[in-house]
């Protein structure tokens, strides 16, 4: 059976940008295989972002990751779920690729020109990003990786790694696959200006009250050809319209089609029509929620059993890895 692997950054409130785009199939592949799907938390990777980074934070940050994940449906009892820094071969690992990694080619990687592109002063961890996050894989010899498309680049780094491993050292490391759900998809933000992303403020959290998503709803933009509440619109080419086909059911996505394209409703009406859907799908997992904010040592617990499984895979990996590259042990 396939083993898969992912990580979540702790470095705010999860969206439905996160929802869609990758939670959702977390959820999925759990169901599909059980303790052979590995996730976590990766708290270290959130100090080689220094925008949101925030020492204060970073706990909470970290605890809110997990809770979400576990409201929206991920199950401790059926995955390994845990933080990455409770394992201390992530770090150990990536020292040793860091040694033999080429330095263009994490150069060459299009997200650090992207972000150290804005930067003043460029972290040496935003560079080696990618070679932790090969760790965090190949620590587990995972194989399938679900990713976005942006995560491409680093996947490939990642085969790279472990084939240049596997050449110096003997066959140790399977090449990892990318995995693009068909499912997951690029949730547009609610400004309407390109991808939601909590770098560009243009998020609905999973967790926000309904007031609050409505009052970021209201002003959304919408079709432009609708200049005027007589003038037909195209759902297609609308940020509401986007949103329906996530939350609304069909007859709702009828509705909204027949008369945003017959001009027999207005923005504001198909806005509202948005909102039961939206709270149809986010209410139970903010009770969910809250029943755990009730009960914290819920969520502490599994994350601490998490990490003991996932001790239990890496630790005897780890001891193959200082074997191999000569280690004193």
């Known amino acids: 059976m396939p083993r898969v692997f992912s990580g979540i950054q702790p470095t705010g ?6 929802y869609f785009g990758a939670m959702q199939n977390y959820v999925k592949l759990g169901e599909q295989y059980g303790r052979e799907a590995i996730y976590c938390i990766v708290d270290l990777h959130a100090f080689t972002n220094p925008a949101a980074y925030d020492k204060d934070l970073l ?12 409201a929206v449906g991920l199950d401790p ?99 990892p696959k990318a995995v693009y759900a068909r499912d997951a998809l690029r949730v547009p933000g609610v400004d309407g200006a390109g991808k939601m992303s909590k770098s560009k403020g243009n998020t609905i959290a999973i967790l926000e009250p309904l007031d609050s998503i409505w009052a970021k709803l209201r002003p959304a933009p919408t079709d432009p050809a609708r200049v005027r509440r007589t003038d037909p619109g195209n759902p297609d080419k609308c940020l509401i319209g986007d949103y329906h086909k996530l939350f609304s059911d069909l007859d709702t996505l009828d509705m909204i089609r027949t008369g945003c394209t017959t001009a027999g409703i207005g923005c504001v009406d198909c806005k509202k029509a948005l909102m039961p859907g939206i709270e149809r ?49």
């Not at 706990?59 to 576990?70: I, V």
């Not at 990536?94 to 460029?122: C, H, N, Y």
């Not at 997992?285 to 895979?313: K, N, S, W």
């Open 13 to 18: 409130e999860l969206s439905i940008g996160n």
């Open 59 to 70: 706990t909470q940050r970290t605890f809110d990751a997990a809770l979400t994940n576990m």
């Open 77 to 175: 009892e059926k995955v390994i779920f845990f933080v990455q820094s409770h394992v201390r071969e992530h770090t150990e690992l990536s020292w040793i690729f860091t040694t033999q990694t080429p330095l263009g080619d994490l150069e060459r990687m299009t997200q650090f020109k992207d972000k150290a592109g804005v930067l003043e002063s460029i972290p040496a961890g935003l560079l080696m990003y990618p070679v932790l996050m090969a760790a965090d894989i190949l620590l587990y010899k995972a194989d399938t990786i679900p990713v976005g498309e942006d995560q491409t680049q680093h996947i490939e780094l990642t085969r790279e790694i472990a084939r240049r491993f596997n050449h110096t050292y003997g066959d140790t490391f399977p090449e």
């Open 281 to 329: 799908t986010l209410v139970p997992f903010q009770d969910r929620a809250a029943e755990l904010r009730a009960h914290p040592d819920t969520v502490r617990d599994a994350l601490a059993h998490g990490a003991q499984q996932a001790r239990a895979i890496a630790q005897p990996i780890m001891q193959e890895v200082r074997e191999k590259t000569g280690l004193f042990f």
